[in-house]
């Protein structure tokens, strides 16, 4: 939880991606960290794990490399590189901030479920740490990355001047203009696409034929006052999510059918605990 008075120039910022150590937007954002604190760590993929969603790798071990002064490359996800961070590389004192991105492209609407940025700053909130997943939107290959370097630093600002709830992280998507053509900063929900993923199917060189997961043919939105819509209006979006995914009105609904199931249930409490590097994990 995002406690007040928070002092961003004392503060110790994690900096992580999904795109790779080596990505132009983590660049971006590590430049960004270090104007508002001298006290900035990197802990980023060794390679691009776009589409990684909140994927942690169980089955092989893990290598970290030392890139350079408090900046490491991990061979593994976006989630697992938040994790190593927290429950190793900075288990003296715990970051304050966990910074995600600067995303190759827009993470809005159903994006945040694909998202290996967004899981990167989730594995920071589920951990405790406040986090802010950042990713600039693009239009073909265009990037405007002047864009994402004139807005984060007061988005990082202003949004560390008010108490978060626990479990909250955040999701701010530039929009694919030049800073001047930005028409302001707005909050909104997580919006949904009028069309889904495409699947195209074609063939390769050698004519083999192939099926490619493709992109979302349009970002129009079912409603304009939600992420999406703010980026079409040519505003950054700001939107507070959280990672449970229980749906009150639906729990309510149900509440009663399986009375003796939840009766036996409500005998057996969990036993809460941190996440922590090693040991079981999920199966």
């Not at 007040?4 to 660049?27: C, E, Q, S, W």
Request: glycine share 8%; proline share 7%; aromatic share 4%.
């Amino acid at each position: 939880m995002l406690k007040l008075p928070f002092n961003l120039k004392r503060a110790r910022i994690l900096v992580t991606n999904d795109d790779g150590i080596h990505a132009p937007g983590l660049k971006v954002l590590e430049r960004i960290a270090r104007s508002l604190s001298p006290d900035v760590w990197v802990v980023a993929p060794e390679s691009e794990h776009s589409g990684a969603s909140h994927s942690l790798t169980l089955r092989r071990p893990l290598q970290i490399s030392k890139i350079g002064a408090r900046k490491f490359a991990i061979s593994g996800t976006p989630s697992d590189c938040t994790l190593i961070a927290v429950n190793h590389l900075l288990q003296d004192r715990r970051p304050d901030l966990v910074l995600s991105g600067i995303n190759r492209g827009g993470n809005l609407g159903e994006d945040v479920l694909y998202s290996g940025t967004v899981a990167a700053a989730m594995e920071g909130a589920m951990l405790g740490i406040p986090a802010i997943a950042f990713s600039q939107v693009r239009v073909k290959d265009k990037l405007h990355w002047e864009t994402a370097a004139a807005f984060a630093p007061e988005v990082i600002r202003k949004l560390t001047t008010v108490a978060w709830p626990k479990g909250v992280l955040m999701s701010v998507n530039f929009p694919p203009v030049p800073p001047k053509e930005v028409t302001g900063i707005e909050t909104g929900r997580q919006g949904r696409r009028m069309s889904h993923v495409e699947v195209v199917h074609a063939r390769d060189p050698f004519e083999r034929e192939v099926t490619w997961i493709g992109d979302f043919p349009t970002d129009e939105p079912e409603h304009p006052e939600t992420d999406l819509g703010i980026v079409l209006n040519k505003s950054v979006s700001v939107t507070p999510l959280h990672f449970d995914l229980t749906h009150g009105a639906m729990l309510r609904r149900i509440d009663g059918l399986f009375a003796k199931t939840s009766t036996a249930r409500s005998r057996t409490k969990p036993v809460a605990g941190r996440r922590k590097v090693g040991g079981i994990g999920p199966q």
